[in-house]
C-alpha cells in the first residue's frame, strides 16, 4: 500500500479507538456483556444440569464445557438466558 493509504489508515484506526471503541456507550454496553457472561459462567459451574444434554458429557472437565457452551451463544440468547436464571 502507498505512504498516503497507510497514513489515512493510521488515522482512521486512531479516530475509531479514540471516539467510538473507547466511547462510554460502547464501554458500559462492554461491562454489561462482560457481566453476563460471568453470571452464565457461575451459574452454569454451580448447576452443570442447566446445561443442554449434548454438554454433560463428564469425559470433559465442567469448565470446558460450560466454556464452550457460553461461546456458542448468541448475544439475545445470553441475554435471555441471563434474565431467565437471574429472576
Known amino acids: ?8 489508515t493510521s488515522q482512521m484506526k486512531s479516530f475509531l479507538y ?3 471503541y473507547q466511547s462510554p456507550g460502547v464501554a458500559a454496553y462492554n461491562e454489561k456483556g ?10 452454569l459451574m454451580q448447576d452443570p444440569f442447566l446445561l ?11 469448565f470446558i464445557r460450560v466454556k464452550d457452551y457460553i461461546a456458542g451463544m448468541t ?7 441471563y434474565t431467565e436464571l437471574s429472576n
Open 34 to 43: 462482560k457481566a453476563v457472561i460471568r453470571f452464565l459462567f457461575e451459574k
Open 75 to 81: 448475544d439475545n440468547f445470553a441475554l435471555n438466558l
Open 1 to 8: 500500500f502507498s505512504a498516503e493509504f497507510q497514513k489515512m
Open 18 to 20: 479514540k471516539n467510538f
Open 52 to 62: 443442554p444434554e449434548k454438554f454433560r458429557d463428564e469425559s470433559t472437565p465442567l
